[in-house]
């Protein structure tokens, strides 16, 4: 089965600076996607950045960006000049292939909730 | 807009009562999903449907159940057997044709048994 680390429960940020969020899987699939997504106080899941695992090219949204090794199985978030926005809770994301049942499952790590500093 | 809703989003209930959290969304989708949060346990899959009337059982099944007699609809029910009910549950939906889809989501339901 696959699974989803994320070993830092807790980050902190200068603003304006740089950070970057840990995030490891296992798996024995060829063909899966990554997500990173945000969670607010208001809860609401957002997401941040999407990777698709046959792209070498590293994924891009702006200010976020990801560092995806493959054969290492790790998919860190970098977070560049931060805003007080930002803070929040960060889970990265596993999407398996097709399942028998015709669908995709995701599964989720345990979270990094990112505090900015002012 | 098209969307997930969630409701209620706060609900109180006694021991050994079962509750029924509501999720409907308007965004055409036929996979959707129900997950559980807690603190430090990040999110936790407890059963994901593909179409009308089929669905599967995630990680955490144990004491919930769940229908889907339309494409928009997915309830939860929180069963007595659930022996830690006291969580906050998160409703999402994709569209598994869309191969770069992503997962929606609800704003959620806080559950607290009393």
Redesign the interface.
């Known amino acids: 089965a696959q699974t989803?680390t994320?070993s830092q429960?807790e980050m902190s940020v200068q603003e304006a600076e740089t950070v970057t969020l840990s995030c490891t899987y296992d798996t024995s699939e060829s063909d899966y996607?990554l997500?990173w997504?945000k969670q607010p106080p208001?809860?609401?899941?957002i997401?941040v950045i999407?990777q698709?695992a046959y792209k070498q090219q590293n994924a891009t949204e702006n200010r976020f960006s990801v560092n995806f090794q493959k054969a290492a199985k790790s998919f860190s978030l970098k977070i560049s000049d931060s805003q007080l926005g930002d803070a929040a809770m960060y889970?990265c994301?596993y999407?398996t292939t097709?399942?028998t049942?015709?669908?995709?499952?995701?599964?989720?790590?345990?979270?990094t909730r990112l505090k900015v500093l002012a | 807009d098209g969307g997930i809703t969630q409701s209620p989003k706060y609900l109180f209930r006694k021991e050994g009562q079962n509750v029924t959290l509501s999720c409907e969304q308007n965004l055409n989708h036929d996979a959707m999903y129900w997950y559980r949060q807690d603190p430090g346990q990040g999110l936790r899959l407890i059963y994901y449907s593909q179409i009308v009337n089929d669905f599967q059982k995630g990680d955490i099944a144990e004491g919930y159940s769940v229908s889907r007699e339309k494409k928009e609809s997915f309830p939860l029910t929180v069963t007595s057997a659930q022996k830690n009910p006291t969580a906050f549950y998160l409703c999402a939906s994709s569209r598994p044709g869309l191969r770069t889809g992503e997962l929606f989501f609800g704003e959620g339901s806080r559950l607290t048994v009393l």
């Open positions: 989803v994320q429960p996607y997500f997504y208001s809860r609401q899941m997401l999407r698709e889970f994301a999407r097709f399942t049942s015709g669908t995709y499952k995701y599964i989720f790590g345990t979270g």
